[in-house]
């Protein structure tokens, strides 16, 4: 099975930019659909992004489009979320997550997290105003 491990989190303000990457152990994210979900405080987890395991076809949250960019670099084993513009109401834990695909699903993103098997300790991402 595949560990997941994200970095990049951390303090900034309003309006600035953060690039979370999420490292890949145990097996290659080629064989993986993946995404990113977040958690606030005394919210539960919500969708961010997903991007599908060839095809390049990404989905965002609506909140997100536009501002945050999901990509994979499947020789380097990393998934990454590009966070633009950031606000206050972006503060969350940060998870990233994989789910096996079946040949002929190749090209499908996969948003609901029931769907994904493995996931990672998240990275804390704080926007101050």
């Known amino acids: 099975q595949v560990q997941l491990v994200e970095s990049g989190g951390g303090l900034v303000q309003a309006g600035g930019s953060l690039r979370l990457s999420c490292a890949a152990s145990g097996r290659t994210i080629s064989s993986y659909a993946m995404g990113w979900f977040r958690q606030a405080p005394g919210k539960e987890r919500e969708f961010v992004a997903a991007?599908?395991?060839?095809?390049?076809?990404?989905y965002y949250a609506d909140s997100e489009k536009g501002r945050f960019t999901i990509s994979r670099d499947n020789a380097e084993n990393t998934l990454y979320l590009q966070l633009n513009s950031l606000k206050p109401e972006d503060t969350a834990v940060y998870y990233c997550?994989?789910?096996?695909?079946?040949?002929?699903?190749?090209?499908?993103?996969?948003?609901?997290?029931?769907?994904?098997?493995?996931w990672g300790q998240g990275t804390q991402v704080t926007v101050s105003s």
């Open positions: 997550a994989a789910t096996p695909v079946r040949l002929g699903k190749l090209t499908r993103v996969v948003v609901t997290s029931a769907e994904y098997n493995y």
């Open positions: 991007i599908s395991l060839i095809g390049g076809n990404t």
